[in-house]
């Protein structure tokens, strides 16, 4: 014991002498506003909050932690909805929020350089002037870092037309648990040996420490035009959806609130909602001026066809950005109407959507707890949003025990537990259902290759063995639970 | 799964292999065994993991057994309307494996517009070093459940395992194309290309050679029309796209060494027998030069080169890693393939 206080006070000393004396925090004011990040349900208390200012002192203080064995947590702006930053009792989290300078706009390779504390936001701002922007565009852009979008693989109301966090990437700058300096990917579209960029985006924090990183941009539309549209049955919605891809249109944007997210919104942002519609779909159409226009033409005619009660068309900028306010703030407005609520982020097929919304409903029914449901429509992400009060004795507990079935749900229709939010603390559970003992072992099996002594966001993410057997969870595969011809209580 | 599962044989196969340290060669269709570094083993093939598993247009999602054909699955697409936005070539007049197209991690000419292979690769099933058939990622557009570990497969030439089946997102084939052609330089064509790449057409190709640079798009054709208008050129109706992709054309004819560098699209090389593909991302070069002095030239270019055809297929053909990357590369390969049984150096001389 009191070796391991000498340690600690070892290390203090040595952190210290890298960062300085006023980016090392231990004391108990100081580390409380780190203790957890989006998801506030959970919180630890770390034993040390480090804020290096650039790559070197990151790399030294990696490989101090390394010396002296204690796990590391890297945060970026701590917008993560998984507790995927959420500290480590005896570990250091490690911000990165002074490592915040956009390095280089290169307008003639259409790329941003940055560091991982860059806000996602600030690098399209920075690309404007030059006629360019950063797709993905996670609903915390605002806040939400550079970093934290590959940690986590952000998705985003963009992403079904330009990809995730990992299809605009070219290049990381990465620390490895032992505090070497990793580069993958570069200035071309692909690199020599195993992918590991794609391996490093979404890895959440447990195979490296991303430092630097190269983003694609785009050459900012001429044209978006955005619709909405109405319905009095939130299948018919659902429908429109799979009407409009297979009518061979990629819209920009292809989103669904249900009511209660609609009222929700609508009483916060006052978007114009139709309070009185079952679900909205709110679709943008980017482009040249060309092809924005023959776009509309056959979006148009989808969605007259497709049973819509009223079509609206945004006719300013202004009107455009308000349609989309009441969707971005979506989360927000339903922390109005309840004083808490607790966000999933489940995938299924498109055409499960209808199915799995009964089941959400009769779920909600059992649970007495209400739930809004705001979904990225256009590549199958749901985001039901569960309204609970944490005052209310087993509240939390039932939310949470409703969320995971929902979760459950999503794997038995053959999608995954996280589309873009990442499994972190929260659903590390349900990663048992998702995937079987040897997928489990071979995550494990990898993270080692990357980390053997378990130092880099330890715990998250993956569940240990022992940790599926306790939960009781059973695999789920295509729908198919193995030994069907049991039954299941 | 059921007992007939062709994959449990191939399974039974590579579990005998490993406890023999045996190793095995990945075949699928044959198309690609000119590419990368020669390797020796018992043929381990994919042909019977043939068929579609899952397809629904709406989805934008396709499922395919590893030993299918790419001409099987672009007819299927082609039928609704939709393609695979990688354009995987398929070389010596055969037709490709999509397991193979995956492993090789090819993209056709749109590569710089519509994506890689890793970007449509959703989901795989695999069988690991171990004889362990597992399932990584999914038939969904967004799933970040766990390592990526479909995507470290497109690329990774089978050195890690056998996939059995992959699932791809798809992209809506566009209703019209539009090649244009315009005489110039090679410095004038890059000037061109990155003038383009800072406007928002639905482009699908730019490449240069001979002194004729060609663009193409893909859209409506009322956006087309407008797109001829404002850029000019002679419009072109011809097979050179696919025969670009699939070094059809004479240029590949030779049997001098054929090198592949991927580089910053600026990139200012200068060379005699060249091909300026991928809006300048992409260069295709016939040369006798030292491998050293080409990779020289890629790494200034914050890029790399690779030997891709002909020459020393025992030399080192892909760029040589760092210390750092080829460390973790030899652990990764260890942990999906402690036996070192799949493809044995392939890649690598040692993995």
């Given at each position: 014991?009191?070796?391991?206080?000498?340690?600690?006070?070892?290390?203090?000393?040595?952190?210290?002498?890298?960062?300085?004396?006023?980016?090392?925090?231990?004391?108990?004011?100081?580390?409380?506003?780190?203790?957890?990040?989006?998801?506030?349900?959970?919180?630890?208390?770390?034993?040390?909050?480090?804020?290096?200012?650039?790559?070197?002192?990151?790399?030294?203080?990696?490989?101090?932690?390394?010396?002296?064995?204690?796990?590391?947590?890297?945060?970026?702006?701590?917008?993560?909805?998984?507790?995927?930053?959420?500290?480590?009792?005896?570990?250091?989290?490690?911000?990165?929020?002074?490592?915040?300078?956009?390095?280089?706009?290169?307008?003639?390779?259409?790329?941003?350089?940055?560091?991982?504390?860059?806000?996602?936001?600030?690098?399209?701002?920075?690309?404007?002037?030059?006629?360019?922007?950063?797709?993905?565009?996670?609903?915390?852009?605002?806040?939400?870092?550079?970093?934290?979008?590959?940690?986590?693989?952000?998705?985003?109301?963009?992403?079904?037309?330009?990809?995730?966090?990992?299809?605009?990437?070219?290049?990381?700058?990465?620390?490895?648990?032992?505090?070497?300096?990793?580069?993958?990917?570069?200035?071309?579209?692909?690199?020599?040996?195993?992918?590991?960029?794609?391996?490093?985006?979404?890895?959440?924090?447990?195979?490296?420490?991303?430092?630097?990183?190269?983003?694609?941009?785009?050459?900012?539309?001429?044209?978006?035009?955005?619709?909405?549209?109405?319905?009095?049955?939130l299948q018919?919605?659902?429908?429109?959806?799979?009407?409009?891809?297979?009518?061979?249109?990629?819209?920009?944007?292809?989103?669904?609130?249900d009511r209660l997210s609609?009222?929700?919104?609508?009483?916060?942002?006052?978007?114009?909602?139709?309070?009185?519609?079952?679900?909205?779909?709110?679709?943008?159409?980017?482009?040249?001026?060309?092809?924005?226009?023959?776009?509309?033409?056959?979006?148009?005619?989808?969605?007259?066809?497709?049973?819509?009660?009223?079509?609206?068309?945004?006719?300013?900028?202004?009107?455009?950005?308000?349609?989309?306010?009441?969707?971005?703030?979506?989360?927000?407005?339903v922390?109005?109407?309840s004083?808490d609520y607790y966000c999933m982020d489940g995938t299924i097929?498109?055409?499960y959507l209808g199915e799995i919304l009964q089941h959400i409903d009769s779920l909600s029914q059992h649970y007495k707890l209400r739930v809004a449901n705001v979904f990225?429509?256009?590549?199958?992400?749901l985001h039901p949003l569960i309204l609970y009060d944490?005052?209310?004795?087993g509240e939390l507990q039932h939310a949470e025990e409703f969320g995971g079935k929902i979760l459950e749900l999503c794997v038995r229709y053959?999608g995954?537990i996280?589309?873009?939010?990442?499994?972190?603390?929260?659903k590390?559970n349900q990663?048992?259902v998702?995937?079987?003992?040897?997928?489990?072992?071979?995550?494990?099996?990898?993270?080692?290759?990357?980390?053997?002594?378990?130092?880099?966001?330890?715990?998250?993410?993956?569940?240990?063995?022992?940790?599926?057997?306790?939960?009781?969870a059973?695999?789920v595969?295509?729908g198919?639970?193995?030994?069907?011809?049991?039954?299941r209580f | 799964?059921?007992?007939?599962?062709?994959?449990?044989?191939?399974?039974?196969?590579?579990?005998?292999?490993?406890?023999?340290?045996?190793?095995?060669?990945?075949?699928?269709?044959?198309?690609?065994?000119?590419?990368?570094?020669?390797?020796?083993?018992?043929?381990?093939?994919?042909?019977?993991?043939?068929?579609?598993?899952?397809?629904?247009?709406?989805?934008?999602?396709?499922?395919?057994?590893?030993?299918?054909?790419?001409?099987?699955?672009?007819?299927?697409?082609?039928?609704?309307?939709?393609?695979?936005?990688?354009?995987?070539?398929?070389?010596?007049?055969?037709?490709?494996?999509?397991?193979?197209?995956?492993?090789?991690?090819?993209?056709?000419?749109?590569?710089?517009?519509?994506?890689?292979?890793?970007?449509?690769?959703?989901?795989?099933?695999?069988?690991?070093?171990?004889?362990?058939?597992?399932?990584?990622?999914?038939?969904?557009?967004?799933?970040?459940?766990?390592?990526?570990?479909?995507?470290?497969?497109?690329?990774?030439?089978?050195?890690?395992?056998?996939?059995?089946?992959?699932?791809?997102?798809?992209?809506?084939?566009?209703?019209?194309?539009?090649?244009?052609?315009?005489?110039?330089?090679?410095?004038?064509?890059?000037?061109?290309?990155?003038?383009?790449?800072?406007?928002?057409?639905?482009?699908?190709?730019?490449?240069?050679?001979?002194?004729?640079?060609?663009?193409?798009?893909?859209?409506?054709?009322?956006?087309?029309?407008?797109?001829?208008?404002?850029?000019?050129?002679?419009?072109?109706?011809?097979?050179?796209?696919?025969?670009?992709?699939?070094?059809?054309?004479?240029?590949?004819?030779?049997?001098?060494?054929?090198?592949?560098?991927?580089?910053?699209?600026?990139?200012?090389?200068?060379?005699?027998?060249?091909?300026?593909?991928?809006?300048?991302?992409?260069?295709?070069?016939?040369?006798?030069?030292?491998?050293?002095?080409?990779?020289?030239?890629?790494?200034?270019?914050?890029?790399?080169?690779?030997?891709?055809?002909?020459?020393?297929?025992?030399?080192?053909?892909?760029?040589?890693?760092?210390?750092?990357?080829?460390?973790?590369?030899?652990?990764?390969?260890?942990?999906?393939?402690?036996?070192?049984?799949?493809?044995?150096?392939?890649?690598?001389?040692?993995?």
């Amino acid at each position: 014991m009191i070796s391991r206080m000498k340690a600690a006070a070892h290390l203090l000393e040595k952190l210290i002498a890298i960062v300085g004396h006023k980016h090392v925090l231990s004391r108990d004011e100081e580390l409380i506003p780190y203790e957890c990040d989006g998801l506030s349900a959970y919180r630890v208390k770390p034993m040390l909050v480090v804020l290096p200012a650039d790559s070197e002192q990151v790399q030294a203080v990696v490989r101090c932690c390394h010396q002296y064995q204690t796990p590391i947590v890297a945060r970026g702006a701590g917008t993560g909805l998984s507790g995927g930053a959420l500290p480590l009792q005896n570990g250091v989290l490690l911000s990165l929020a002074r490592l915040n300078q956009i390095l280089q706009i290169d307008v003639v390779n259409t790329r941003a350089r940055v560091q991982p504390g860059v806000r996602n936001l600030a690098v399209s701002e920075a690309a404007r002037p030059h006629g360019l922007y950063y797709a993905p565009d996670p609903s915390s852009q605002i806040a939400c870092s550079i970093g934290g979008n590959v940690a986590e693989n952000a998705g985003g109301v963009h992403c079904l037309k330009y990809g995730l966090t990992v299809n605009n990437l070219l290049a990381l700058k990465v620390i490895t648990v032992d505090g070497e300096l990793l580069e993958l990917g570069g200035g071309a579209l692909d690199s020599a040996g195993l992918d590991l960029l794609s391996l490093m985006t979404g890895s959440e924090g447990m195979l490296g420490i991303v430092v630097e990183i190269t983003l694609r941009l785009l050459p900012l539309p001429q044209q978006t035009r955005t619709l909405m549209a109405s319905f009095e049955q939130l299948q018919q919605a659902g429908n429109a959806v799979a009407d409009i891809i297979a009518s061979g249109i990629i819209p920009a944007g292809l989103e669904i609130m249900d009511r209660l997210s609609i009222q929700a919104a609508e009483d916060f942002i006052h978007a114009g909602y139709p309070t009185d519609a079952a679900a909205i779909l709110l679709c943008d159409l980017d482009g040249t001026a060309a092809d924005v226009e023959t776009d509309y033409r056959q979006l148009m005619q989808t969605l007259q066809n497709s049973g819509s009660s009223e079509i609206r068309q945004a006719h300013s900028g202004e009107e455009r950005q308000r349609m989309w306010a009441g969707r971005k703030a979506a989360f927000p407005a339903v922390g109005r109407i309840s004083p808490d609520y607790y966000c999933m982020d489940g995938t299924i097929p498109r055409k499960y959507l209808g199915e799995i919304l009964q089941h959400i409903d009769s779920l909600s029914q059992h649970y007495k707890l209400r739930v809004a449901n705001v979904f990225h429509a256009g590549d199958g992400n749901l985001h039901p949003l569960i309204l609970y009060d944490a005052n209310q004795p087993g509240e939390l507990q039932h939310a949470e025990e409703f969320g995971g079935k929902i979760l459950e749900l999503c794997v038995r229709y053959g999608g995954s537990i996280t589309g873009e939010h990442g499994v972190g603390m929260e659903k590390i559970n349900q990663m048992c259902v998702q995937f079987s003992s040897d997928e489990l072992n071979c995550f494990h099996e990898l993270k080692s290759a990357f980390d053997p002594d378990g130092l880099l966001n330890p715990g998250k993410a993956i569940p240990t063995l022992v940790r599926c057997a306790e939960f009781g969870a059973m695999h789920v595969h295509n729908g198919q639970l193995a030994h069907p011809e049991l039954e299941r209580f | 799964m059921t007992t007939e599962d062709p994959a449990s044989a191939l399974q039974e196969q590579i579990r005998y292999a490993a406890k023999h340290r045996q190793s095995l060669q990945i075949v699928g269709n044959h198309s690609k065994q000119h590419l990368g570094r020669h390797s020796q083993g018992e043929i381990l093939s994919s042909n019977r993991l043939n068929g579609i598993v899952a397809y629904d247009p709406s989805e934008l999602v396709i499922s395919v057994r590893a030993g299918t054909a790419v001409s099987v699955i672009q007819e299927t697409l082609k039928k609704n309307c939709q393609t695979l936005p990688f354009d995987p070539p398929c070389f010596n007049g055969r037709d490709a494996s999509i397991g193979g197209a995956v492993a090789a991690g090819l993209a056709g000419p749109s590569r710089p517009w519509n994506g890689a292979v890793r970007d449509s690769l959703l989901g795989i099933r695999l069988v690991d070093g171990q004889a362990r058939h597992m399932r990584f990622g999914g038939q969904v557009m967004k799933n970040v459940a766990g390592y990526d570990i479909s995507r470290l497969m497109a690329g990774a030439w089978g050195t890690l395992g056998l996939l059995t089946e992959v699932s791809l997102k798809l992209l809506p084939r566009a209703p019209a194309e539009l090649t244009l052609r315009h005489e110039c330089d090679a410095t004038q064509a890059l000037q061109t290309m990155r003038k383009l790449a800072l406007k928002p057409y639905r482009q699908s190709g730019a490449c240069w050679m001979q002194g004729q640079l060609r663009l193409r798009f893909s859209a409506h054709p009322d956006s087309l029309q407008q797109i001829r208008q404002q850029i000019g050129g002679e419009s072109e109706e011809s097979s050179f796209w696919s025969d670009l992709r699939d070094h059809k054309l004479d240029f590949f004819n030779s049997r001098e060494p054929l090198w592949r560098l991927s580089v910053r699209p600026d990139a200012d090389i200068q060379q005699q027998t060249q091909i300026i593909d991928w809006a300048g991302a992409q260069r295709w070069l016939i040369s006798t030069q030292a491998a050293d002095k080409l990779r020289e030239l890629a790494e200034k270019y914050s890029g790399h080169a690779i030997l891709f055809a002909n020459g020393d297929r025992n030399s080192a053909v892909f760029q040589p890693l760092d210390k750092v990357s080829a460390r973790l590369q030899q652990r990764l390969k260890h942990t999906f393939d402690p036996d070192g049984i799949f493809n044995p150096g392939r890649m690598y001389s040692d993995c």
